[in-house]
T-cell receptor, first 117, second 114 residues
Framework: DTGVSQNPRHKITKRGQNVTFRCDPI?????LYWYRQTLGQGPEFLTY????????KSRLLSDRFSAERPKGSFSTLEIQRTEQGDSAMYLC???????????????FGPGTRLTVL | QKEVEQNSGPLSVPEGAIASLNCTYS??????FFWYRQYSGKSPELIMF????GDKEDGRFTAQLNKASQYVSLLIRDSQPSDSATYLC??????????????FGQGTILTVHP
């Protein structure tokens, strides 16, 4: 399978605990995005990496959230001191298009569903 | 006003009919537009994208874009029960510092009944 993969697929944690999610993009893709989706809503942008550089972060990404892509391949998203409001599906997407972003087809992984008790 | 608006539905059509899904956006700087399908409990799956005014066809799907009216639509011909899903419209500003992030509507639930 050469698609985007995410682990774990499900995570249940208690409020106040830290969690970390991993995303492995499609191998030749240099662009990687994190989104969050709650029930009945479309995905909301969290952050973007081009290779290993984090180039954009949403205001939604509070200081409890941190994301890395250390070698420009896989990425991790960590949430510290989780809150019940963090319960959502965390989606990773990757894309590859030389030059501009006009035809920036993003392919999503299966997501990590987080439940904070 | 939301940046990307879709009628949440549900939209119910009989099998074999044409389903028409609509989306409006507020930012005139938006340059490309994507339609995703999302089955319950699954992640979004890219159907097609469009960035030029007019129609773009791919199999049973046709995307239509009217930048002057800030309107994009998706037509599904010969609808099948397997098309029953949530359809997400996404907009890409593709300029400045947007880095191609997608802004999604809330999605339209489509039900195709036999």
């Amino acid at each position: 399978d050469t698609g985007v993969s995410q682990n774990p697929r499900h995570k249940i944690t208690k409020r106040g605990q830290n969690v970390t999610f991993r995303c492995d993009p499609i191998s030749e893709h240099n662009r990687l995005y994190w989104y969050r989706q709650t029930l009945g809503q479309g995905p909301e942008f969290l952050t973007y990496f081009q290779n290993e550089a984090q180039l954009e972060k949403s205001r939604l990404l509070s200081d409890r959230f941190s994301a890395e892509r250390p070698k420009g391949s896989f990425s991790t998203l960590e949430i510290q001191r989780t809150e019940q409001g963090d319960s959502a599906m965390y989606l990773c997407a990757s894309s590859s298009r030389g030059g501009g972003f006009l035809r920036n087809e993003q392919f999503f992984g299966p997501g990590t569903r987080l439940t904070v008790l | 006003q939301k940046e990307v608006e879709q009628n949440s539905g549900p939209l119910s059509v009989p099998e074999g009919a044409i389903a028409s899904l609509n989306c409006t956006y507020s930012d005139r700087g938006s340059q490309s537009f994507f339609w995703y399908r999302q089955y319950s409990g699954k992640s979004p799956e890219l159907i097609m994208f469009i960035y030029s005014n007019g129609d773009k066809e791919d199999g049973r799907f046709t995307a239509q874009l009217n930048k002057a009216s800030q309107y994009v639509s998706l037509l599904i011909r010969d609808s099948q029960p397997s098309d029953s899903a949530t359809y997400l419209c996404a907009v890409n500003q593709a300029g400045g510092t947007s880095y191609g992030k997608l802004t999604f509507g809330q999605g339209t639930i489509l039900t195709v009944h036999p």
